[in-house]
């Protein structure tokens, strides 16, 4: 059992003509991403949106954030690299892979990195937070005296 999923992003080879049009009109990529959400059975709270100048000129780089009752998702972008960093975290029923893929195929990059995790993990073996902590302060016990047989050696 996991608590969620965890997708790490790194895209890179994203086109000019993506970052251009980010400058002029976030709005159509924001629209989009918010149709991909509720698509994927996610529940949008709120936004926040911030797009990057360079000597009073919009670049194009931006980073946005997109809080969700499952999560979030959070994207930063270097437009003079050609990069942009995705984040999307969920629980629940949610199709996280699916909402990732749809993403990409808007903004086209040349190749992406993708990184899966599964989040909580540990739950299957840790029941409940009394037995985590026990078994901390079981390690931590441990630790002590095995510092101090060193010392004593």
């Not at 930063?76 to 909402?99: N, P, R």
């Not at 079981?138 to 101090?148: E, H, P, S």
Request: aromatic share 14%; hydrophobic share 35%; glycine share 4%.
């Amino acid at each position: 059992m996991t608590i969620g999923t965890h997708i790490i992003v790194d895209i890179f080879g994203v086109s000019e003509e993506f970052f251009e049009e980010i400058s002029k009109n976030y709005e159509k990529f924001d629209k989009y991403v918010e149709t991909s959400i509720r698509k994927n059975k996610m529940t949008l709270l709120d936004k926040s949106y911030k797009n990057f100048e360079k000597d009073n000129e919009y670049i194009g780089a931006f980073t946005s954030l997109y809080l969700l009752s499952e999560s979030h998702i959070s994207f930063h972008s270097w437009s003079e690299k050609k990069y942009i960093a995705m984040d999307v975290f969920t629980c629940g029923e949610c199709d996280t892979k699916k909402l990732v893929n749809e993403i990409l195929e808007y903004i086209k990059p040349e190749y992406t990195d993708i990184k899966i995790l599964k989040r909580g993990s540990k739950f299957d073996i840790i029941k409940d937070n009394q037995d985590y902590n026990n078994k901390l302060k079981n390690k931590d016990i441990i630790i002590y005296y095995l510092f101090i047989i060193i010392i004593i050696i």
